[in-house]
């Protein structure tokens, strides 16, 4: 079993930055893949980023190409989303989740999810 606990969200201004951790328990952390997805009011949740468990490749969404990135430190069992230019329409909570099968983009190939951070962007 895995346990994730998101922090970092918080109220920013447009145009702005903010950075998210995902803190994860147990040792089998290193062999999952890690994603980030958000849901806004509203609507559904959407993928956002997502990192192999060795972090040599990435997946991303072509609305945040250019602006997120995401890393992590299998020593800390952590998974970092670093948002820049940050934009009203990127206010949603945000889930980290861990696919123990490899990066994916779908909700249903993760296996843990968090219960989220709330991201709220200002125009």
């Known amino acids: 079993q895995v346990q994730l606990v998101e922090s970092g969200g918080g109220l920013v201004q447009a145009g702005g930055s903010l950075r998210l951790s995902c803190a994860a328990s147990?040792?089998?952390?290193?062999?999952?893949?890690m994603g980030w997805f958000r849901q806004a009011p509203g609507k559904e949740r959407e993928f956002v980023i997502a990192i192999t468990w060795s972090g040599g490749s990435i997946a991303i969404a072509d609305s945040v190409k250019g602006r997120f990135t995401i890393s992590r430190d299998n020593a800390k069992n952590t998974v970092y989303l670093q948002m820049n230019s940050l934009k009203p329409e990127d206010t949603a909570v945000y889930y980290c989740?861990?696919?123990?099968?490899?990066?994916?983009?779908?909700?249903?190939?993760?296996?843990?999810w968090g219960r989220g951070t709330q991201v709220t962007v200002s125009s």
């Open positions: 989740a861990a696919a123990t099968q490899g990066i994916a983009t779908r909700e249903n190939e993760y296996d843990y």
């Open positions: 147990g040792r089998t952390f290193r062999t999952y893949a």
